[in-house]
């Protein structure tokens, strides 16, 4: 008895839209039927999810979750990434459906995560296996820390605004460069899912204009490719 395996099934306003959404993601359908009771199966490789129509559901109010553990979280969000450039133009990074960054959790002792958040408003959380990252040192890394945990597990952007700007308020001579660029890009892609483009526009603004030396610049890059993702989505 070690081969068992499980499929979640999660709700949706519109079976069809599930489809569609899944195929830009590189899934396939496995089994949809409209009578009795319309559903849709997706799978990518060993990724298998089922999905059920409800009429009138809201996906805002969706409490539909699952869990991915992968090998490679960083492969599998770029091809997610790649299927969204290719079928929007750009990488949704605010409304329903959209899809976070990879981010150390810590409240998952450090293991690596993104979650996708699906038309049905269903929070699909991706995790690595094994990988793990040391916990934050610096005032700025820390609140980021807490503010991911906040928007990124437990779906409260709100609450993670308040400890970034709370950090972002107090500067200090000893934060670290690198963190006060991670710390404005995540605030301006949060801003984007509180529908606050102006905000966001200020904060990659505020973010480029961080002196960093050519060894910071390297370790700012990744969160300098996303502050190019979410400055698309501003436009």
């Not at 150390?104 to 979650?115: C, M, P, Q, V, W």
Request: include cysteine.
């Amino acid at each position: 008895m070690a081969n068992e395996t499980t499929v979640p099934l999660l709700p949706c306003a519109s079976i069809d839209d599930i489809e569609s959404f899944y195929g830009v993601l590189g899934f396939r359908t496995t089994y949809k039927q409209r009578k009795p009771n319309p559903c849709v199966g997706v799978q990518r490789e060993g990724l298998h999810l089922q999905f059920f129509e409800i009429a009138g559901f809201d996906p805002e109010q969706s409490y539909g979750s699952c869990l991915v553990i992968t090998e490679d979280i960083e492969g599998l969000h770029r091809a997610f990434t790649a299927g969204m450039r290719a079928a929007y133009g750009k990488v949704l990074v605010s409304g329903t459906p959209r899809m976070t960054r990879p981010r150390a959790r810590k409240n998952a002792d450090g293991i690596g995560g993104f979650s996708v958040i699906d038309p049905g408003g269903n929070w699909i959380r991706v995790f690595s296996r094994t990988a793990t990252t040391p916990a934050p040192a610096g005032r700025l890394a820390k609140a980021l820390a807490n503010a991911v945990v906040q928007a990124d597990s437990r779906g409260n952007p709100e609450q993670a605004v308040r400890i970034l700007d709370s950090a972002l308020a107090r500067p200090r001579a000893g934060d670290d460069p690198v963190e006060q660029v991670e710390v404005l890009v995540y605030r301006a892609e949060l801003a984007l899912v509180l529908h606050d483009p102006e905000t966001a526009t200020a904060m990659l603004a505020r973010a480029r204009s961080v002196p960093l030396t050519e060894a910071e610049s390297e370790r700012a890059a990744p969160a300098f490719t996303n502050a190019a993702d979410v400055a698309t989505a501003v436009e």
